[in-house]
Every structure is written in structure tokens, then in C-alpha cells.
């Protein structure tokens, strides 16, 4: 594409290795609305799946096969001929290649192949592949004139690694654009980019290499100076027309390995163990443990924090499975498409997890399907001050939930493949997908009894510590003085950990305070919330700048480094 003709913006996604091939190609076919959107706005799109899947999604890509998408179809990137690309909307990458483009190199990616099969870009130079792979500057630049001599466009990531100002960022990136520079000039002078001289066009992908994996990116000003210095070295070299440049964004991811996260300390002073609590002697001091190769091992402790959170009374991913992360996924993955496929769908229970559901849903879908929330109570948020559970129902409303007050489901039937409820009122009522949100039970069963209440919760003094027992303590949803929340949580692993820091160094813990205001935020959709701190309702704007942009996501990374508090 020409610079004359590309369009003003462009926006991709790399989908790394988080996508399964069927996933890729479910993802790629509901691209469709997206492209045409796009092109109605003169925006360039483009698509870098994992190499295994790469070859799948082109085949649905070309428009010369009849056979895979709908007539008129507007995703398509080209015909199958190297160099020759149409200026379709949506274009494919691939998430790196081979310099070499054929010969003895085992398990490498020719870009000749790329090429022919209708691939437009290659993305290379990826910090992930600097810090993992070793990559260099070199490398890269080897790889961007495999990738231009086959008529593609070299997608290359760059950054800075340390957090500094606008002139060490420009330093530090300078390199890593010059070597690109330097073969399109040198290949260009030789005639060597297919197509004919003049054709080549790269583009570099920014982002500093110290804000990735960070709850927030980089500062906006910091991105347009760093770029704004670096377009001008390319200009300067008379680069301007066939330089693109592209801003990276990582966003939130909502699993993340805890392994990492100790790397940070020396190897000595932790072990960490992928297995399930299956008892406590608290007479011995030693934790049972079934790991998760099925072996059983005796742990033992001098101080001991239970921290195993909740889980759902039901098989809905609202908490972590007891089964691990693939079976949470699975659930995840399993209710995304339940929820996409039914046309009707009632949420049981009307409190912060049920209105946000039902807020969501009515949001994402906006009256495609009809959204029914079932609530004991005389309206939702019933245990709130009226201001913020009136503005919840009335928001609800205006989305078009359907909210059917002082009811309980008291059965369930399913009626070929449709849930059957028991209200109640004695009434029924028939859903495509029944989503209930009451109860969670506490990780607690390897506890012994005499620690807990009625309920399976810890019960704690006010220091955190397990009462009836020494040296043990617990936090989060597992303890009994505070709700299950995550605002909670947070405040009293702050406290545990300085608790146990001040006892371990023979000093008194210090009392951790739950009389302070009750708190908490309720998202409706992703532009408004409700939400309280003692008597004062929060304004919808503040629930959503808090909370309601990412729901907390961004926080993950600061807990698995030990950094957020």
C-alpha cells in the first residue's frame, strides 16, 4: 500500500499464543461489522495470528476462494501472488519470520512462504523476543529485508528499556530505526525490493519496554514526544511518506503465572508449590498438600497466613475453580458462548455481582436479548441507602432489564435446553441461560473446625490473627470480619503483612480497624456505577474512572510482583 493511498489510522492486534486455532478463526469471522466500519472511516486494520493459525485465517482471507465466506465479503488482503496486495481493510501478519528465505533451518518461517500465501506484514523485533530470544538490533534488520524483498511490510517493535526522559528514550530508540533504515535505503539503491524501487514501507510499533505488564502505559505526553523526535529522524533521511509509526498497548490481562512473581528474590529464601491445602496440625505446625502431580507432601510452617479465598456455590466462573486455571478458563470460555447464543437469559440475585451482570449484559448487547434480574429483595442493592439502589434500578431500566422484585427462584428444570424456573410467586419462568449469583462458600475445608464459624469462615481477633491457635492468620474472603469484597481484601493483606513483619521482628501487631465507613462501587455498564462510602453516594463518573474502566485488572500485575502495596 502506497503512501499516497493508505488510509490516515491504523489499528491491529498481535494475538500472540492466547488464541487456539478455532478460537482465531471465530475471532477473524466476527471482524466483519469492524472492517466495513473502518473503511467507511479510512482506517487501516490488520490481524497477527500465531503461526499455526496464521495459514487457516488467510485461507478464509482470500478472495479468490469461493468457498469459506459469504459473497461480498469485505475481509480480504490480497491474492496469492508475492508483492501484488489488493487495499483491502483488513490485513494479516505473521508474529515473525526467517531471514532466510529457504535452505536448511529447521523450524524457521520462510517469508517467501508468508508471501505467497497472502501475508502483508511481519511483525519482528518484539521485547518479549529481545529479552527471550536474544534478538538484536542486527537480527531485525536482517529479518525487515527478508520481509521487504517479498513485497510485505516490516511491522517493528521497538522501545526504550529504562524509564528515563524524552531525550534517553530517543538514544535508546534511535538505533533500533536506523538499521531498519539503513537496508530500505541500501535495498531501494539496488533495485532489491519486489515491486520496483520506491515501494517499500515500514512500521514501527512504540511502546517503552519499561511500561509493559504495568497497570498503566506510558504518559500519553512522553509517547508523542518520543515519536514526534523519532518521525523527525526519519523525515530527515527523507522517510517520512513511507514511515508509519504505531503506539503498542497491552492491555490487562485477567490470569497471571505467580511463578514470576518471586523471581525478584534469591532463590534460597522461598518455595513455591502449585497444590491444594488438604489439612492443618496445628500441634505439629505442618500444611498437608496434594500438589498437582497427585503427590502428597507435609509443609511446615513458623508463622501461617490462610489466604484461600471463595468460590461460587455454583459451577459459574464468578471465583476461580477449585480445579485450577484451565478448568476456570473452560467455564469462562463455555459461558461466553452460552451467553452469545441464547436470547434470553435471567440473573438470580440483585446484589453487586447480579446488577453488574445484568448492567453488562444490557450494555454489550443493547436490547438484542431480553435481560431478566430476579431479586428477593423489594428492589436491587437492597441492603444499600435508597439513593444508590433507586439510581441502580432506574439505570438498569433504561438499559432495558426487566427487574422482577421480591422473588426467589426456588427450582430449576431443564426443558430441552431451555431452564425452567420456579419462582416463588408460584409462578415460571423459561430463560435460555439461568446465571444465579447467591452464596459463596469459603476455601476453608482443610481448616479445622474448631477455627471456624458455622459458616466455614476463620474467625480472626483484631489483629488478624487465628483465634484459638498461635501462629497462624488469615485474610480476604476466608475471614469473618469483614464482606467478601475485594476493597477488603486489600486493606487487610496491607495490614497482615505489616503485622507479621512487626511480630516476626518482635514487636506487637497493631490493631487492624473495621469500624471505618462501608465502601463499595457497583459498575452499570461501562459508563456508569453507583456506589457508597458511608452515607455519601458516589457520583456515577467516580465509579467509573475507578473502577468501571478495567474493573480492577490493571492491579493484577502489582499483586503478583508484591509491589502493590
Not at 507432601?297 to 484461600?308: D, K, P, R, S
Request: charged share 20%.
Amino acid at each position: 500500500m502506497s503512501s499516497s493511498t493508505r488510509p490516515q489510522r491504523t489499528i491491529g492486534i498481535s494475538l500472540k499464543l492466547y488464541f487456539t486455532p478455532s478460537q482465531t478463526l471465530a475471532y477473524y469471522l466476527k471482524l466483519s461489522p469492524l472492517v466495513e466500519l473502518a473503511q467507511a472511516h479510512d482506517i487501516h486494520l490488520f490481524l497477527v495470528p500465531s503461526a499455526v493459525s496464521l495459514p487457516l485465517v488467510l485461507q478464509l482471507n482470500d478472495p479468490t476462494n469461493p468457498n469459506v465466506l459469504p459473497a461480498g465479503s469485505s475481509i480480504c488482503s490480497g491474492s496469492t501472488t508475492p508483492g501484488h496486495k489488493t487495499s483491502a481493510t483488513l490485513s494479516l501478519g505473521a508474529q515473525d519470520c526467517s531471514s532466510y528465505e529457504s535452505g536448511a533451518y529447521t523450524g524457521e518461517v520462510s517469508p517467501l512462504e508468508l508471501s505467497l500465501l497472502g501475508c502483508t506484514l511481519v511483525e519482528m523485533g518484539h521485547a518479549e523476543r529481545r529479552k527471550l530470544f536474544r534478538e538484536s538490533d542486527e537480527s531485525v534488520a536482517g529479518k525487515s529485508k527478508a520481509v521487504l524483498r517479498n513485497g510485505m511490510t516490516p511491522l517493528v517493535c521497538i522501545g526504550e528499556k529504562n524509564h528515563g526522559s524524552v531525550q534517553d528514550a530517543v538514544q535508546e530508540c534511535q538505533p533500533q530505526i536506523t538499521s531498519i533504515l539503513d537496508v530500505l535505503e541500501t535495498m531501494e539503491s539496488s533495485g532489491d525490493i519486489r515491486g520496483g524501487k520506491g515501494t517499500g514501507e515500514i512500521i514501527f510499533a512504540y511502546e517503552p519496554v519499561w511500561a509493559i505488564g504495568q497497570p498503566k502505559p506510558a504518559d500519553a505526553k512522553h509517547v508523542v514526544s518520543v515519536v514526534r523526535a523519532l518521525r523527525e529522524i526519519c523525515t530527515r533521511r527523507g522517510r517520512g511518506k513511507e514511515i508509519r509509526f504505531l503506539q503498542l498497548t497491552h492491555y490487562p490481562q485477567l490470569f497471571q503465572e505467580i511463578a514470576p512473581g518471586f523471581k525478584q528474590y534469591p532463590s534460597g529464601s522461598f518455595e513455591y508449590i502449585l497444590g491444594t491445602a488438604t489439612g492443618i496440625d496445628t500441634t505439629s505446625k505442618n500444611v498437608t498438600i496434594q500438589t498437582s502431580s497427585g503427590a502428597t507432601l507435609q509443609q511446615n510452617y513458623t508463622e501461617l497466613v490462610i489466604a484461600t479465598g471463595s468460590r461460587s456455590s455454583v459451577d459459574i466462573p464468578w471465583k476461580q475453580s477449585l480445579e485450577g486455571t484451565d478448568k476456570t478458563k473452560a467455564v469462562l470460555h463455555e459461558y461466553q458462548e452460552r451467553v452469545k447464543s441464547a436470547k434470553h437469559v435471567v440473573v438470580a440475585g440483585a446484589g453487586p455481582t447480579g446488577v453488574e451482570t445484568a448492567a453488562e449484559l444490557a450494555f454489550e448487547y443493547k436490547g438484542q436479548k431480553e435481560i431478566t434480574l430476579v431479586t428477593a429483595g423489594k428492589t436491587v442493592l437492597a441492603d444499600l441507602p435508597p439513593s444508590v439502589n433507586k439510581a441502580a434500578e432506574n439505570q438498569l431500566k433504561s438499559m432495558g432489564v426487566k427487574v422482577i422484585a421480591n422473588t426467589k427462584v426456588t427450582g430449576e428444570t431443564n426443558v430441552g435446553g431451555n431452564m425452567e424456573l420456579s419462582l416463588s410467586t408460584g409462578e415460571t419462568l423459561t430463560t435460555n441461560l439461568y446465571l444465579p449469583t447467591v452464596g459463596v462458600i469459603p476455601n476453608t475445608e482443610f481448616v479445622p473446625s474448631a477455627l471456624k464459624n458455622n459458616r466455614g469462615d476463620v474467625v480472626v481477633d483484631g489483629y488478624l490473627k487465628v483465634k484459638g491457635v498461635e501462629n497462624i492468620w488469615a485474610v480476604g474472603d476466608v475471614v469473618d470480619v469483614q464482606p467478601s469484597q475485594m476493597a477488603y481484601a486489600a486493606a487487610q493483606s496491607k495490614a497482615l503483612s505489616k503485622n507479621l513483619d512487626l511480630v516476626l521482628r518482635g514487636q506487637n501487631p497493631i490493631v487492624y480497624k473495621t469500624d471505618g465507613p462501608p465502601m463499595i462501587a457497583v459498575t452499570l455498564g461501562r459508563s456508569k456505577g453507583t456506589g457508597r462510602m458511608g452515607t455519601w453516594k458516589f457520583p456515577s463518573i467516580i465509579v467509573y474512572f475507578v473502577k468501571g474502566k478495567t474493573l480492577f485488572t490493571e492491579k493484577l500485575p502489582k499483586y503478583v510482583m508484591g509491589t502493590e502495596f
